[in-house]
């Protein structure tokens, strides 16, 4: 994969043992991810106000912003395998969530800076986890699944977690900073008060509010008008 460029020329079929271990390692990982889950839920129950709910829940997370990736690919004209690949490595991108301490995780009000901060290194502990398990491996999917999980909460204009601006940034990465950020935004949250999370609410907030300085705007609306024709097939439209 170039710099910019999207990982197209490559199978991992192709290299079968390498493919096991990779589906064998993200099998397991998305496992961890929904017994920590399970953990956040009673470390809730156990500590939070009853009319507190919890909403966001990281196993399935992962799945719906990989799906993301993986449609968003197919609406741009990619192949099958290109956006199998995408899907794939942006499954794995908040494994290092586990590893974290439960109670940072669930907060009534909006979290304080420690928090954040401590949240945010989850990107750096998941390229531990994939170094210690898949290290020895030598294959431009691994670097994909890395560089996702490494950046996918950075911005165009170097304000995210490590100050990367859009041209440190591959496109697959600058696609996952957009449907990270769309899903985080459509999952309500006990700050968002009467925010619009609907599919056009939330596009229009990150359009409006965030545009160029966040997102790559090309990627943007391809991924925009995916998530529009998605929108008006769920509420029977089409």
């Known amino acids: 994969m170039s710099k910019n460029g999207w990982p197209d020329h490559y199978n991992l079929r192709d290299t079968p043992d390498i493919a096991e271990r990779v589906k064998v390692f993200i099998d397991a990982q998305m496992m961890a991810l929904k017994a920590f889950d399970q953990k956040r839920r009673q470390w809730v129950h156990d500590n939070l106000p009853p ?4 909403t966001y829940f990281f196993h399935d997370h992962a799945y719906r912003v990989a799906d993301d990736m993986k449609k968003t690919a197919l609406h741009m004209g990619m192949s099958e395998q290109t956006a199998d690949n995408l899907y794939l490595a942006m499954l794995a991108h908040d494994i290092g969530k ?9 907060t009534v009000e909006k979290p304080e800076n420690e928090i954040k901060k401590l949240r945010r290194s989850h990107t750096e502990l998941g390229i ?8 020895d491996i030598d294959h431009p999917f691994i670097a994909l699944m890395k560089d996702i999980m490494l950046n996918h909460h950075e911005q165009m204009d170097g304000g995210g977690y490590l100050g990367k601006a ?6 697959p990465v600058r696609l996952a900073c957009i449907v990270e950020s769309f899903d985080g935004y459509s999952i309500r949250r006990h700050h968002f008060g009467d925010r619009d ?3 056009p609410g939330v596009l229009k907030r990150m359009r409006e509010e965030k545009g160029a300085a966040i997102y790559d705007m090309e990627l943007f609306e391809h991924f925009a008008a995916m998530k529009m024709e998605e929108s008006k097939t769920t509420n029977g439209h089409e």
């Open 51 to 54: 009319t507190y709910e919890m």
């Open 98 to 106: 586990s590893l974290l301490p439960l109670h940072i995780w669930d």
């Open 128 to 135: 531990n986890i994939i170094d210690e398990v898949l290290g």
């Open 166 to 171: 859009g041209d440190q940034l591959s496109a």
């Open 197 to 199: 999370i609907s599919i």
